[in-house]
């Protein structure tokens, strides 16, 4: 399967995006899907993930009711909605997909992943 993320960008502490994950090649829906993000000089950590299902989702405590990760598998596609963004979530962002049903949380369960997209967040 093929990730690719799309949605990054500039936006003031307190604005909105969402990130978009669209996967082709092999059913998606067969995949669980995370969101994962990288700063500079700090290890790359779980944001949020979810079941292949959509029914059940993880989100990291800090991302906790300003996140929201949900997937619709009609078109292939996983998305985050991030809301009251502050500059310590600037990060490049990454979604990847695990052979798995269940949320996963750690990235050695995902074997497939997308490229990134930057999110920069101003004081």
């Known amino acids: 399967v093929q990730l690719q993320a799309s949605g990054g960008g500039l936006v003031q502490a307190g604005g909105s995006l969402r990130l978009s994950c669209a996967a082709s090649g092999r059913t998606f829906v067969l995949y669980a899907t995370g969101w994962f993000r990288q700063a500079p000089g700090k290890e790359r950590e779980c944001v949020a993930a979810?079941?292949?299902?959509?029914?059940?989702?993880y989100y990291a405590d800090s991302m906790k009711g300003r996140f929201t990760i949900s997937r619709d598998n009609a078109k292939n596609t996983v998305y985050l909605q991030m809301n009251s963004l502050k500059p310590e979530d600037t990060a490049l962002y990454y979604c990847?997909?695990?052979?798995?049903?269940?949320?996963?949380?750690?990235?050695?369960?995902?074997?497939?992943w997308g490229q990134g997209t930057q999110v920069t967040v101003s004081s």
């Open positions: 979810i079941s292949r299902s959509g029914g059940s989702t």
């Open positions: 990847a997909a695990s052979n798995s049903a269940l949320v996963k949380r750690s990235e050695w369960e995902y074997g497939y």
